[in-house]
């Protein structure tokens, strides 16, 4: 059993188009980070939240962390093909337990 | 600045055969940690290390040892291989509270057992 789920699992969408990508679970975390990976690598970290209910930017990149630290989302604003990747969630349960979700890969059309 | 070093890049083996995967980091992190990557599985946890010296099993170490002699090196040793170790094998580590502060990851071992 998965403790985090991600959706959509595959994600296609245009040059331009907002995507919003979720990351769900039903065990509480005391922190929830979220990576990028492109093929060959090793995921790369883009944020971290802590806080319930905290919203972070980085740049066209919006997220958010649910008020119970059960969930996240993460919102891309006029997505661009260097945003093609896997996208990966990932719960910490402590210092030094990182649960990662199943990741979604989204494709960006120019 | 290296970061995280992974070696092989590839690797194919036998069933039964054993090997080393190696993983070096020059960041001085204390915690380092071995994942392993399936298609729709996402990373699960192998070991981990808090520390030289200190080593405690993940969510999936059945097949898999570690050692920790230097804050640096962190391998992970396959005993005898079989084909349901064939995945993408990443190393990570991070400072102290690394589940806040975010994990370095290298860049994989790609491993096929036949």
């Known amino acids: 059993t998965q403790l985090l789920e991600q959706s959509p699992q595959f994600l296609s969408i245009q040059e331009g188009e907002n995507l919003t990508v979720y990351c769900n679970s039903s065990?509480?975390?005391?922190?929830l980070q979220w990576y990028r990976q492109e093929p060959g690598e090793g995921p790369v970290l883009l944020v971290t939240?802590?806080?319930?209910?905290e919203v972070k930017k980085l740049k066209r990149l919006t997220f958010q962390f649910g008020d119970a630290r059960k969930d996240s989302s993460l919102h891309i604003t006029a997505a661009q093909p260097g945003d093609t990747g896997l996208y990966l969630c990932?719960?910490?349960?402590?210092?030094?337990?990182?649960?990662f979700g199943t990741g979604t890969r989204l494709t960006v059309i120019p | 600045n290296a970061g995280v070093t992974q070696t092989p890049k590839f690797q194919v083996l036998k069933t039964g055969q054993s090997m080393t995967l190696q993983c070096a980091q020059d960041?001085?992190?204390?915690?380092m940690s071995w994942y392993r990557q399936d298609p729709g599985m996402g990373l699960r946890l192998i070991h981990y290390?808090?520390?030289?010296?200190?080593?405690d099993q993940g969510e999936v170490p059945n097949g898999y040892n570690v050692s920790r002699s230097t804050t640096e090196d962190f391998p992970l040793r396959l005993l005898s291989a079989a084909p349901s170790q064939t995945s993408v094998y990443f190393c990570?580590?991070?400072?102290?509270?690394?589940?806040?502060?975010?994990?370095?990851f290298g860049s994989g071992t790609r491993l096929t057992v036949v």
């Open positions: 290390s808090v520390g030289a010296g200190i080593t």
């Open positions: 065990s509480v975390f005391s922190s």
């Open positions: 960041m001085n992190h204390e915690y």
């Open positions: 990570a580590s991070s400072p102290p509270q690394g589940s806040y502060y975010g994990y370095t």
């Open positions: 939240v802590v806080t319930g209910g």
């Open positions: 990932a719960g910490a349960r402590g210092a030094n337990n990182l649960f």
